[in-house]
């Protein structure tokens, strides 16, 4: 099962850009990951999913386009561009694993963005 | 528009059972999964298992199997998730998230308010 790993905070001035990591554990190189963001007292909502190569299928409803990723060895991050306050959220990245018969869901251990 | 709509707050004392609820409206509820996600206070999200209404076919993360239950009534498009025995470390917030079957774009695309849980003597 592989493991998603997160720095627990990160901080960016309004109108900067930050990255936010996502690594995958040791030998799930082609695995494709999720990224939802959590505003403050709300429930998360996709944000776009990563693989190998970059996005996979669409952003979520409402996305901007300031929101991208990248996908490159283990690494999955989303970067986000010209920061907003409404920005200021959690991000969680997701993966799963197995078939229909096996599957397990798991999520990284988040990262609180604060917009400065 | 599609919609989740989750059961009220909940505070319960230890040992006491309780059944929370997610509800779909505006899609075909058959053919999406419903997973359930805990958050404990000032934590990350937790994957806790999914079921497909349409069969109640379930998986459970084997973290949580055996202490809480999950299933569905199709005929009224109602996900739930139960415990038979509450402890104080189910004090959290629990969320529905829907997934489409059999689909490339099968990440969790809607979710519920979430329900707050509150477990304490």
């Known amino acids: 099962q592989p493991v998603l790993t997160q720095p627990p905070s990160a901080s ?21 990951v999720d990224w ?23 952003k979520g409803d409402g996305i901007p386009d300031r929101f991208s ?48 | 528009e599609v919609q989740l709509v989750q ?5 319960k004392k230890p040992g006491e059972s309780l059944r929370i609820s997610c509800k779909g409206f505006g899609y075909n509820f058959g053919t999406y999964w419903i997973n359930w996600v805990r958050q404990m206070p000032g934590k990350g999200l937790e994957w806790m298992g999914r079921i497909d209404p349409s ?7 084997p973290s949580f199997e055996g202490h809480v239950t999950i299933s569905a009534d199709k005929s009224v498009n109602t996900v739930f998730l139960q415990w038979s025995s509450l402890k104080t470390s189910d004090t959290a917030m629990y969320y529905c ?13 809607s979710w519920g308010q979430g329900t707050l849980v509150t477990v304490s003597s």
């Open chain 2, 55 to 61: 069969d109640s076919y379930i998986n459970y993360n």
């Open chain 2, 97 to 109: 998230a829907r997934q489409e079957e059999y689909a490339e774009d099968d990440w969790f695309d």
């Open chain 1, 36 to 58: 939802y963001q959590q505003r403050p007292g709300k429930g998360p909502r996709f944000v776009m999913r990563v693989g190998p190569g970059g996005i996979v299928g669409s």
């Open chain 2, 7 to 11: 059961s009220g707050a909940e505070v």
């Open chain 1, 69 to 116: 990723v990248l996908g490159s060895g283990l690494n999955r991050s989303l970067t986000i561009k010209n920061i907003q306050r409404e920005d200021e959220s959690d991000y969680h990245c997701a993966a799963d694993r197995g078939s229909v018969s096996s599957f397990q869901g798991l999520f990284g251990g988040g990262t609180k963005l604060t917009v400065l």
């Open chain 1, 12 to 32: 960016a001035s309004l109108g900067a850009s930050v990255t936010l990591p996502c690594t995958l554990s040791s030998g799930y190189s082609d695995y494709e």
